[in-house]
């Protein structure tokens, strides 16, 4: 149905065509056998158009590669199709810079139309989707479709354009389908469908703003064009924000830009970088094809802008965190403070009040107001004189004071300031610059609290920084199964100890622990039971050794004991003791439920010993002997001159 | 109200002319909004009470002199007629106030004489609001 619409809106001969050059380019490229001379003969013509044709070929961030100077360059560089729909895009540019619709801004329309190209050209770059120099020009005429409508049927158009309910996309699409059985996306599609664009190009301007048709695209080609177009809408829209962009704009803008900024991969500062490389783009491009362009607002500003439309909105209640203040308002004027009252309920707050001076006081210093909100003209104790005895107290120091005045009294501002008021609100006031006296209060709070909480974190923090460090090397040094200490760590406690016992001339004995049968244990139960048995059998022989005994996970199935200060006998004891206990305890995971046993090998340090190594083998040697014996025993690794005795 | 202009948006010139500013009333309506609908009546009916009793105020202290109480009481007087839209009155007090401090008791019994009269429109039209 809407190609029978369509053919109507061409039957007008008011939908926008290229002019001249633009035609010929047309005309050439839907030849069969046209030769990129021809085309290149055509554009050259037109110098205006060359320029910009070279503009678009040399904005692809190439290092090192010779500038295109030529059409043939161009063509070369980009593509024929490309080339010509490049020509196509600029020729309806300068054709239709303005027209017959009365309330179409046509320098607006442009104005984000040359955004979302530069736009659709960096992301096509940045995405590598589609061809750079081609996704400008589907950027550039996305939206042709509007001010092909507005051509045919000015005065309809310009009667949607006013009505209120034009105020986005979707809702200027429906009203549009109302007047005319055909929208401007649609339109769009259609009239590139006229000038030879390709299908998937085509049909990502046609589903580009409706969330449902893009939903439904089938083609990857043209689904990833619709999304870049969405993406370019968004910087366009945001390169046009200005300050008479409402506050719902800017939230849904700052959205926007996430979405865009997660899609393209950036961080928060090189999209920052990005965007502004973007913006000036736009600018130059507005220079030579003389579109108007501005000063686009920093990302810094647009989510500033963004959280104070937030802010505002929840103007109602108070602050976003739920922090309601408790607020003193003092006036004697029974109607004024019952006004100031309302106010200050209506924007969430807890409110106390008085009627003058010294019954303010004496409510402050009971139930320590965040604000004072005071009338300058009280009898009694006027607001400064509250001031200055609120100040006088130390707690009375943090407190808020505004101080309402009237017009005529803001000569004497200086005085009030000197009695430590924080700030004014000028009677009768008016409640949005109350509010923000308010938020100014609320901020000066929320900044003291952070300070202390920062001053109580340092002190933390020190605190546990110094843990922390505690606790990474307890990490390098732990055995992760068993919580154990490491072989690594061993390694060094040993050394450590060894070096000891030599300077204190102390003995000093090791423990070899292996597991028995724990190959098996794994092979017939499993990894993780074998994993259960271990950590067991670590619990076991870490809850049995004493203080002088420190326990390490040495190995697969192996474990170390240090014995400080302790002779072969005496380690021998201990060895004995680990054995009966690991004997004793039933261990039970999945398929195993039985007791393990280990075969322990002592050895003692000795002079015939050069470094900790050799006691370590001889503990080895220990393991060794008591495994060949029958395991579940311990084994004593005898010293050198006890050897050389007995085999004497 | 028959030859009364208590629209505020009618003509303006002079501050006589204007007794209640009808934005002023739309705006305490809306203050009250729908969890404090009788907010406005509220007010109004403290400064029918409020309002005579500073006028009354300051006819005692023109009679004594105390040009002090004079002006506490214009300025308090001044105030709750700009909250209820008094605009009229307010400009009244103000000029009360000014004169008061500069010590011309003459041009002060002026305006209070002015300030009655006026009263009693600013009465009438606030008792005929439909709140």
Not at chain 1, 143 to 152: Q, T
Not at chain 1, 557 to 568: D, K, M, Y
């Amino acid at each position: 149905m809407q190609h029978e619409t369509f053919d109507e809106l061409r039957a007008s001969g008011r939908l926008p065509t290229p002019p001249g050059v633009g035609m010929a380019v047309l005309k050439i490229t839907q030849r069969e056998d046209f030769s990129t001379e021809d085309l290149s003969r055509a554009i050259s013509a037109d110098p205006a158009l060359t320029g910009r044709l070279l503009q678009i070929a040399n904005s692809a961030t190439h290092a090192g590669v010779r500038p295109a100077t030529t059409v043939a360059d161009a063509a070369m560089r980009l593509g024929v199709r490309a080339v010509r729909n490049v020509a196509l895009g600029f020729s309806l540019l300068s054709a239709h810079r303005n027209g017959a619709c009365a309330r179409f801004d046509y320098d607006r329309f442009w104005s984000a139309s040359l955004a979302r190209a530069v736009a659709a050209r960096a992301i096509s770059e940045r995405l590598r989707v589609g061809v750079p120099a081609e996704a400008y020009i589907l950027g550039l005429l996305a939206d042709i479709g509007r001010l092909a409508l507005a051509s045919v049927h000015p005065e309809e158009y310009a009667r949607i354009l006013g009505d209120e309910r034009a105020r986005e996309p979707m809702a200027i699409a429906a009203l549009e389908r109302a007047s005319f059985e055909i929208d401007h996306s649609e339109t769009a599609a259609l009239l590139m469908d006229d000038w030879g664009l390709p299908r998937p190009l085509r049909e990502a301007v046609r589903i580009h703003e409706s969330e449902e048709r893009r939903v439904n695209a089938t083609c990857a080609d043209t689904a990833n064009h619709a999304k870049l177009l969405a993406h370019a809408s968004v910087l366009a829209e945001v390169c046009l924000a200005g300050d008479a962009t409402a506050g719902t704009s800017w939230t849904r803008l700052a959205a926007g830009l996430d979405v865009v900024r997660d899609a393209l991969g950036f961080d928060r500062a090189e999209f920052g970088a990005w965007c502004g490389r973007v913006a000036a783009e736009w600018t130059e491009w507005g220079r030579l094809l003389h579109v108007p362009t501005q000063k686009v607002k920093s990302l810094q500003e647009i989510h500033a802008r963004a959280e104070e439309a937030m802010a505002a909105t929840a103007a109602p209640q108070a602050s976003q965190r739920g922090e309601r203040l408790r607020i003193l308002a003092v006036d004697d004027d029974q109607l004024s403070l019952r006004l100031l009252q309302r106010e200050l309920v209506r924007a969430g707050h807890e409110v106390l009040i008085a009627r003058d001076g010294a019954e303010a006081l004496a409510m402050a210093l009971e139930s320590w107001p965040h604000i004072v909100i005071a009338d300058w003209m009280m009898p009694e104790m006027d607001g400064l004189e509250l001031c200055r005895s609120l100040r006088r107290i130390p707690d009375g120091q943090g407190i808020y004071f505004l101080l309402l005045t009237g017009r005529d009294e803001e000569e004497r501002v200086i005085e009030a300031f000197d009695s430590g008021v924080d700030d004014f609100v000028v009677k009768p006031f008016n409640p949005r610059i109350l509010r923000a006296r308010l938020r100014c209060g609320e901020r000066l709070f929320q900044k003291r609290e952070q300070e202390e909480q920062r001053t109580r974190n340092e002190t933390r923090s020190r605190v546990q920084s110094g843990r922390r460090m505690r606790d990474a090397n307890r990490r390098a040094n732990t055995d992760e199964l068993t919580g154990l200490y490491n072989r690594r760590w061993a390694m060094e406690e040993l050394r450590r100890e060894w070096d000891k016992a030599l300077e204190l001339d102390e003995p000093l004995s090791v423990l070899v622990v292996d597991a028995d049968g724990f190959k098996k244990v794994n092979d017939q139960h499993g990894h993780d039971v074998g994993d259960v048995v271990l950590k067991e059998l670590a619990a076991t022989l870490s809850g049995t050794v004493r203080a002088d005994e420190e326990v390490a996970r040495w190995g697969g199935e192996e474990f170390l004991v240090i014995c400080r200060n302790a002779t072969a006998e005496q380690a021998a004891i201990c060895a004995e003791r680990l054995r009966a206990a690991v004997a004793q305890h039933r261990i039970r995971s999945g398929t195993f439920d039985a007791c393990m046993t280990i075969s322990v090998g002592v050895a003692q340090a000795d002079s015939s010993m050069a470094t900790f190594d050799a006691l370590l083998k001889r503990a080895d040697d220990a393991v060794y002997a008591a495994k060949a014996a029958g395991r579940d025993r311990v084994a004593v690794d005898k010293p050198r001159d006890d050897r050389a005795k007995e085999s004497a | 109200m028959q030859g009364h202009d208590t629209n505020g948006s009618g003509a303006r010139d002079g501050a006589a002319d204007a007794v209640i500013d009808m934005q002023v009333i739309a705006g305490l309506r809306e203050l009250g909004g729908e969890d404090e609908p009788g907010l406005l009546v509220e007010i109004v009916a403290l400064y029918l009470v409020d309002a005579p009793r500073r006028l009354h105020e300051i006819d005692q202290a023109l009679a004594s002199g105390d040009l002090k109480a004079l002006e506490r009481a214009a300025h308090t007087l001044k105030s709750s007629s700009q909250n209820v839209g008094a605009t009229g009155m307010a400009q009244l007090c103000k000029r009360m106030e000014e004169l008061a401090r500069r010590s011309e008791v003459s041009g002060v019994r002026v305006l209070q004489d002015e300030g009655s009269r006026h009263w009693r429109e600013v009465e009438r039209a606030l008792r005929s609001l439909d709140a």
